[in-house]
């Protein structure tokens, strides 16, 4: 054990808080749900039985105690309860019988809803993974981890499914999510097998990225697949079987494909079959399984063409491995059937006797020049299984290449805004009686994946801490980097020195492979092998074994076959072959690049290096949940809880360590606005509302529980509680409380039952009586209708003077109002009237007396309404210097150029009439030819119709020499009011309707005749009238 000076806890959030910040979120619309009646539901749906034990082992009286860890893990499991939290980490016990949990009602369930509302389950860990994605925009992943057949696989297709079903999706992305969950089948059928530990297990690892668009719909996915165990192909142990795919075949497809691939329906007919002597397993039904595998085929979108070529290829390998050989005294071999190359040959569209040769001879340069070297027996059957592991292998990786085509997100432009959930499906720490170079590599990602469990989980924690201003103390903890040096590392780690074995000149062997390892890294603390190890470790060593201590425990690895499988070498001859293939998927799997590249691929060692750095950075640079699997028993029996052999999982997966350094910190946190709103409840200060700080309230809230100081630490956003138990009890108090405010919650609604009721009875009664004077019977009802129409007239007031809107009032409110309108309307003038300038209040007293002279008694009027009044028609400059001479200093208002008609014959002259305190003045260029004194104006007349003329009426005295003017304007109603204004002679302004009689001087009298014409006319009628025909403009 070493001492990291870092503080941490194991990763994020735990029970209480839902997503990163508190809320919940709603899937559809990614806005905050969980209104207090909404989590009393979800809370009463956590029955009595989900309570058995504890949900979270950090709730765990004695969290120190591995055997109180494995009985609440007991406990559970015997209620059917499999899943429990460690925090936020989720723990799975494989049932190994269907539970009723996952159908669509328990999706909906757990939808958008906070970790701590529901009991545990996978949905909720896929549900927050989700949440976390939409609401902080960062990409997330879960992994599942476990040994074989813990449920790891069946744990990632449970969260692909709840996306499936709870995700929004449209026609398009039903197709992907069809695609999406059908990739599994095909995968399943072509990479996983029955062993001894899991009739469905998977031989390769697997990494599937699930991609959202910005509305959470998923669009698209891609899947990398880690080391698929080729081996298996050629061999299996007692009691397993090959890749489900070869059986799926033989006992589904059609008599015709049969014949067509020339197979026959009996699995004991192959040897690739038999090995491990169970070609059938009860469990297992493949005839089913190869109808699944042939429609998912079709919906991931391979064409019938391509779904041939494919079992072409799978059929070749059956023959393949029945291509017999018998050894002639000379040490070379012969194939001692030629049916199976046959249906190669033809299979794989390559030449019979070039492959017949190339299965019994390797091609070697000697001297410059090639040549066929004989192979023996042994020899030639292991180029024979090397040559079928490599298609099987390279076939497979084709596939995924394949699916993942069909998954690719298509569209670009948007491909960059989309959001990913990674599912990590890998294979978990195996430890056998005899461990191979599988194991090392499975053992050594095993200890990949702890390390970044421990880099994520210090990061996010010491993260939060710090944001948070919060201070924390060191926590005890194994770091495994020593362990992934001891295999990494360059030069100097196993893979290294394995690599060099591989690749030296001379006798290089898996035993020369073990020594060069004591050399180099024997005095590794975690390297032990028999030569090194002490009496008591010898006994249970083999001499070909090396020992690696874990973290989380110790294996053996037998050396044997170390070196082979780390070249994986393939004969040239066979590649040649292969390359010439007309198998149109083989061709992409075999390249000629390839035959001619002369550099030396890579170990599979350093490949799987590789593909597990980039996995690691991946895996970095998103949001990690974890999923740890454990299997209750070996013989995948239901309700049989093995103690021994949870007990052993429970230690290798740092389960307990996780419990102490999760327990260390601070068990809980959750943010000030959520802790407040569950718990406000409990202290008078805070219910029913808090108006303050948030930190404030909390502080509170806190103190009236009576929390100690070093139960909790308020940071800058939320509340960290350190122990479970002060938690715990709050929760106690809020289930009690629950109770009293229920009661009180039974009683006021009981109250408000009976007032509705009455109140309802008091509006019938009301409205019946409404037309009665008022009385205790229609009180409530008249209020009511007075009170929303005077509500309705708030709402509804004029705005302007011009809005003559009012809304219609009920008939006991006619008077009023009425008299609020005049109200509204004398306050909406005064208001007017308060912003209008000097300027436009002369305009509109000059237009209210045009209006009370001219409305509706000339035609021409309300033309003239939208024009405005002038100061003057005609100023200074277009008056003669004689005529303002004459004036002196007699001010003007006002002039106009208008028509005079003689007195005799009627004549129109253009003259010019000016206004000023005193009088009209009728001028002619540089004469005063009339000048009338506005006492002596009798009156104005003029007629109702559209034209411009008018009479100056003037007394007889002033008669004598002139008469009255006939005068003609063309704005006449502004020239009129004007002299009505200046000659205050507003009620002398008479309007006639045919004729207007004057007089003419002399005592003598004219008459103007008017008519409507359809255009102005004036001129001398034959009786001597002067006729004028106006245009009609408004039919009055
Ligand atoms: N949640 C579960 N409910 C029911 N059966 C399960 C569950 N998880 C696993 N199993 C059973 O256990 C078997 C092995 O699970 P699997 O996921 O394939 O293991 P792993 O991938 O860890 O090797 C499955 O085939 C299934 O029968
Ligand atoms: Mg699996």
């Keep these: 054990m070493m001492e990291l000076k870092i503080q941490l806890v194991p990763t994020g959030e735990i029970i209480l808080p839902p997503g990163k910040n508190g809320e919940s979120y709603c899937h559809s619309c990614a806005k905050a749900v969980g209104s207090d009646w909404e989590r009393a539901m979800m809370e009463s749906a956590l029955t009595a039985r989900d309570r058995v034990g504890v949900q979270d082992f950090v709730l765990l009286e004695n969290h120190t105690s591995e055997v109180a860890f494995i009985e609440n893990l007991r406990k559970r499991f015997k209620e059917n309860l499999i899943y429990t939290y460690i925090g936020s980490v989720l723990v799975s016990v494989n049932p190994y019988k269907d539970l009723e949990i996952y159908t669509k009602q328990h999706m909906e369930r757990y939808r958008g809803v906070n970790f701590y509302e529901v009991s545990p389950h996978i949905y909720a860990v896929s549900d927050n993974a989700y949440r976390s994605m939409r609401s902080e925009k960062r990409d997330q992943c879960i992994l599942i981890s476990g040994e074989s057949g813990a449920g790891k696989t069946e744990a990632s297709k449970k969260v692909l499914q709840y996306y499936a079903v709870t995700c929004p999706a449209s026609e398009h992305v039903q197709t992907v999510k069809d695609r999406l969950l059908q990739s ?67 006992e589904g497809a059609e008599d015709e494909l049969l014949r067509r691939l020339g197979l026959e329906r009996m699995a004991q007919q192959y040897q690739y079959l038999v090995k491990g002597s169970c070609p059938k397993v009860s469990s297992i039904n493949d005839r089913s399984d190869w109808k699944v595998v042939r429609k998912a085929l079709s919906v991931i979108g391979f064409s019938d063409d391509e779904v041939e070529e494919l079992l072409s290829i799978i059929a070749s390998v059956l023959h393949l491995g029945n291509v017999q050989y018998s050894g002639e005294d000379s040490g070379s071999s012969y194939i001692t059937t030629d049916t199976q190359i046959k249906y190669i040959a033809r299979l794989l569209g390559v030449d019979f006797s070039v492959l017949k040769e190339a299965l019994t001879h390797k091609k070697i340069t000697a001297k410059g020049e090639e040549l066929m070297s004989p192979l023996n027996q042994e020899q030639a059957s292991s180029a024979r299984d090397a040559l079928s592991k490599a298609i099987y292998g390279r076939t497979f990786t084709w596939l995924v290449n394949k699916i993942n085509t069909s998954l690719a997100f298509k569209d670009k432009f948007n491909s960059k805004n989309a959001s990913v959930i990674g599912l990590l499906d890998i294979y978990g720490f195996e430890v056998f009686q005899n461990n191979s170079f599988e194991q090392f590599c499975i053992n050594y990602c095993n200890e990949k994946l702890q390390q970044l469990f421990i880099e994520l989980t210090l990061k996010s924690e010491q993260e939060e801490y710090e944001a948070e201003g919060i201070t924390w103390e060191p926590v005890q903890y194994f770091n495994n980097k020593i362990i992934c040096d001891l295999v990494e590392e360059k030069f100097k780690g196993i893979i290294s020195i394995l690599d060099e074995e591989c690749l030296r000149p001379g006798d290089a062997s898996d035993i020369t492979f073990l020594v060069k390892l004591e050399d180099t890294v024997g005095g590794h603390a975690h390297f032990v092998t028999h030569k090194l190890a002490d009496g008591k470790t010898r006994k249970v060593m083999g001499r070909e074994e090396f020992r690696l201590l874990h973290y989380a425990g110790e294996v053996n690895y037998n050396v044997n076959g170390f070196l082979d499988k780390n070249n994986d070498l393939l004969f040239r001859n066979l590649k040649e072959v292969m390359c010439s293939s007309e198998n149109r998927i083989l061709t992409q799997c075999f390249s000629r690049e390839e035959l001619t590249d002369k550099k030396l691929p890579e170990t599979t060692a350093t490949q799987f290096k590789n593909s597990l750095a980039k996995l690691m950075e991946i895996l970095m640079s998103k949001d990690p949940s974890y999923v740890r699997c454990i299997k209750p028993n070996d013989a995948k029996q239901a309700g049989r809880f093995e103690e021994v052999l949870v007990r052993h999982q429970v230690k290798y997966l740092g389960l307990m360590e996780n419990l102490r350094v999760r327990r260390a910190g601070f068990a809980y946190r959750r943010r000030y606005e959520v802790f407040l709103q569950r718990y406000k409840s409990l202290c008078p200060d805070t219910w029913p509302s808090w108006d303050g700080r948030l930190v404030d309230g909390v502080s509170t809230l806190v103190k009236h529980l009576g929390y100690k100081p070093e139960e909790y630490k308020l940071g800058r956003t939320k509340i960290f509680i350190r122990f479970p138990k002060t938690l715990f009890a709050t929760e106690e108090a809020l289930e009690e409380r629950k109770h009293s405010l229920a009661t009180k919650l039974q009683a006021s609604w009981k109250g408000y039952n009976q007032k509705t009721k009455y109140r309802k009875l008091r509006w019938v009664l009301g409205f019946m009586f409404r037309h009665h004077p008022r009385c205790p019977e229609n009180e409530y009802f008249l209020d009511y209708v007075r009170y929303t129409f ?84 005609l100023d200074g400059d277009d008056i003669n210097p004689k005529v303002l001479q004459a004036l002196g200093t007699e001010k003007m208002k006002y002039a106009v150029p208008v028509t005079k008609y003689d007195r005799k014959g009627f004549k129109a002259r253009a003259r010019q009439l000016l206004l000023t305190a005193s009088s009209a003045i009728i001028v002619e260029e540089a004469k005063l030819k009339q000048r009338i004194d506005y006492s002596a104006l009798k009156g104005v007349s003029v007629s109702s119709l559209s034209d411009g003329l008018f009479v100056l009426h003037v007394t007889c005295e002033d008669n004598k020499q002139k008469g009255d003017a006939v005068l003609q304007s063309d704005h006449v109603i502004e020239t009129l009011t004007k002299v009505a204004i200046c000659a205050d002679k507003i009620n002398n302004i008479n309007i006639n309707q045919s004729s207007i009689k004057f007089t003419l001087g002399q005592g003598k009298e004219g008459i ?10 004036v001129a001398k009628a034959k009786n001597g009238h002067l006729s004028v025909t106006a245009p009609r403009l408004n039919s009055r």
């Design 184 to 250: 599994n089948p095909v995968l399943e059928a072509f990479g996983n097998a029955k062993t001894l530990r899991n009739d469905n297990s998977s031989r390769f690892g697997k990494y599937m990225d699930v991609q959202f668009d910005f509305k959470g719909a998923p669009v698209g996915g891609h899947i990398l697949n880690y080391l698929l165990e080729k081996s298996r192909v050629v061999h299996q142990s007692h009691g397993e079987r090959n890749f489900h795919i070869f059986y799926q075949l033989i």
């Design 790 to 873: 005077l509500m309705k007239l708030h709402r509804a007031l004029p705005k302007t003077v011009l809005d003559k809107s009012w809304p219609t009032p009920p008939p006991a409110l006619t008077e009023a109002s009425e008299l609020l309108r005049k109200l509204c309307m004398q306050n909406l003038v005064w208001k007017y009237c308060k912003t209008i300038s000097p300027e436009w209040k002369h305009q509109l007293e000059q237009k209210v007396v045009a209006s009370e002279v001219f409305k509706d008694k000339k035609d021409n009027y309300p033309q003239s309404v939208p024009k405005l009044f002038v100061g003057t028609r």
């Design 1008 to 1017: 103007i005749d008017f008519t409507s014409g359809s255009e102005l006319l």
